[in-house]
């Protein structure tokens, strides 16, 4: 079982604070040169897809805090997110993982509430967490995004 995560969380308009975790690999003193670097570029493409400011990143072996600002965005909101469905590439179950102060502009396929995942910020991302994201049950299988929906308040 997979206790490894990275979380950023985002502050939105009403200084309301929302997080978005992914689970990871097992770091070590190996492979956690090789990791670092894409969970920095991961989280370059979470910011990319939401209009939240960040404030904070977790990693399992370290806190940062980002920033203490305000987005300059009143559509900045907590709960306004993208719900990622998402599933383990080699048993298959299915996950579901939340992002907050979600960015819609331009990333809507037209007429639904799902993501565009051709968009460049939306594909960048989905890119990226394919790389680093694994299943919460076992840390070797790594997982596959299903789709990306908009969703509002209340999950």
Not at 48 to 62: E, K, W
């Amino acid at each position: 079982m997979s206790d490894h995560t990275l979380a950023r969380q985002y502050r939105d308009f009403s200084a309301e604070l929302s997080t978005a975790r992914v689970y990871v690999p097992a770091m070590t003193a190996l492979t956690l040169a090789g990791l670092l670097p894409q969970f920095a570029a991961y989280e370059i493409t979470l910011d990319n897809i939401t209009l939240g400011v960040a404030a904070q990143s977790v990693i399992t072996l370290d806190r940062t805090v980002i920033s203490a600002g305000l987005p300059a965005s009143a559509f900045a909101q907590r709960e306004m997110k993208w719900l990622v469905h998402y599933h383990s590439a080699t048993l298959g179950t299915k996950f579901t993982m939340e992002i907050p102060t979600a960015d819609p502009a331009g990333r809507l396929i037209p007429g639904t509430d799902r993501m565009d995942l051709t968009e460049a910020n939306a594909l960048a991302w989905k890119t990226s967490f394919e790389v680093i994201a694994v299943s919460p049950d076992d840390d070797t299988d790594q997982c596959v995004v299903d789709f990306v929906e908009l969703v509002g308040r209340n999950l």
